[in-house]
C-alpha cells in the first residue's frame, strides 16, 4: 500500500506512480501546469491565466481547451487536497494578505448569517 512521503494525507500523483511502476512519462504539460500556479499567478493577475484541459463538449474525440484559473479556483479548490492546504494556511499564516482574505471571509459569512441567526435567537 503506497504511504505519502509528505506531511499531507494525499492519493499519490501521476508521476509517482508512474515512477513508481518504472513508467516515465513526459512532464512538460505537468510542469507548465505547475508553474502557471506557483510562479506566474505572481506576476499576472489570475483573470488573464489558464489552464490547458482535454474537453469533450464539442468533439466526442474530445480536444485540448483553456480552462479559466478563475474558475479552476472556485471547481477545484474544495478538493481535500487544495482544501487542506489552504485551510492550514488560513489558521497559521501571519500574512497580511491571509488576514484580509479571513477578514472579508468572516464579513461576508456574517453579512449572509448573523440577522438570521439573530431572529432565530430572540424567538426562543
Not at 490547458?52 to 474530445?62: I, R
Request: aromatic letters at 10%.
Amino acid at each position: 500500500m503506497y504511504t505519502p512521503t509528505t506531511a499531507w494525507d494525499r492519493p499519490p500523483t501521476d508521476k509517482e506512480l508512474n515512477s513508481y511502476y518504472g513508467k516515465d512519462k513526459p512532464t512538460a504539460v505537468q510542469d507548465q501546469i505547475i508553474e502557471v500556479l506557483t510562479e506566474t499567478v505572481r506576476k499576472v493577475p489570475v483573470a488573464n491565466l489558464s489552464l490547458p484541459y482535454v474537453s469533450y463538449s464539442k468533439k466526442p474525440q474530445g480536444g485540448i481547451a483553456q480552462y479559466p484559473l478563475t474558475e479552476v479556483l472556485v471547481d477545484y479548490g474544495t478538493d481535500p487536497f487544495p482544501l487542506k492546504a489552504l485551510i492550514e494556511v488560513i489558521e497559521k499564516s501571519d500574512c497580511p494578505l491571509v488576514a484580509a482574505y479571513r477578514q472579508r471571509l468572516a464579513e461576508h459569512f456574517a453579512d449572509l448569517n448573523a440577522d438570521e441567526v439573530e431572529n432565530f435567537k430572540s424567538e426562543d
